[in-house]
């Protein structure tokens, strides 16, 4: 059977709650849905393995979306733009998580130290103590600032105030000072530059929109419905004691199933490094069965490697239609699956 098929692209029939911005963003949207990284970002939301993608701070204060990066295989700064980029088509929801620190004069965000100074004479070296709360320690200074403990007034909790080991100078909180190691600029929370880091969830409003789109969900339920107990993305050990990566995987009664995707970058043919790739894992991995989705289609050298090397292909115009193909690959098929 020739596994080769040519899609042809289909127009979007997506729609939209607000339909003249469906008309301008339409295109995009379509794009966006058809690829790969997307799907695997929204198979994860709506597997619900993620509900709420947070992000971890790097040292240099970069936000990293690390479970998106392990499954993409993308950079950091290529997840953030992905994100936003999801959000702005309404597919995520950003929230604020937290803002990071920036210096106002060389604008990193990292090597930026915080530090608690003397609201007075900005030593750091301060003694903390204890004492009752009474009309007399009213008056102690905060940020350089007369202040009234009034929370405290009615109340004998004791309060505990600082002492400047320095100048003396008795107040209630420090004054919070940042200092850029860079360019070794010294600065107050009100001068600094603010950066809004967000975490992300699925746009529930739009989620049968999404789930009509979440193309490898539909795969990977047509694999299931098989009963191929299946993982998107899928790490197999082969036998050189090597793990490999592959988009799909399924497993049962001792048949495994592999797909690779690979999407040629915007719109340009498969070439047979990836072709080369998948055939180096499947002489480790040796599955039952293995097909290799390309998107759009594979160049002239993809295809003749792949013949050579007989692996099992289908070209899709996109991944819309490599549901499609997939299918009809399902369907074809005659896997020994009950031994
Ligand atoms: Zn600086
Ligand atoms: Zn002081």
Redesign the pocket.
Known sequence: MDLSCKSYLSKSRLTHRDGERANTMGSSLTELYNDLNVQLILMGFLENEISILTPVLDVDKTPRYVIVENVTHLASDEVANLLDKMAQADVLKKELFTKTVS?P????PSDIYDRFECPKCGSTGMSVSTVPNSPKTMGITRDNEQVEIAEHKESHESISVYRCDNCGEIFVEPALRFS?K????KFRFRDAKLRDVFSYRLNETASNELRATAYLVTIKDMFEKKGFKTQVPSILTGESGTSHRFTLGGKMNGTTIVVDFVQGRQGSEVGETDVLAFYGKLIDVQPTESILVAIPHLGPDGEKLAKATRVKYVESVNLKEAAASLREFIASSQWRLHR
């Open positions: 210096c004069k060389c604008n990193k850029c860079r360019c070794r600029h």
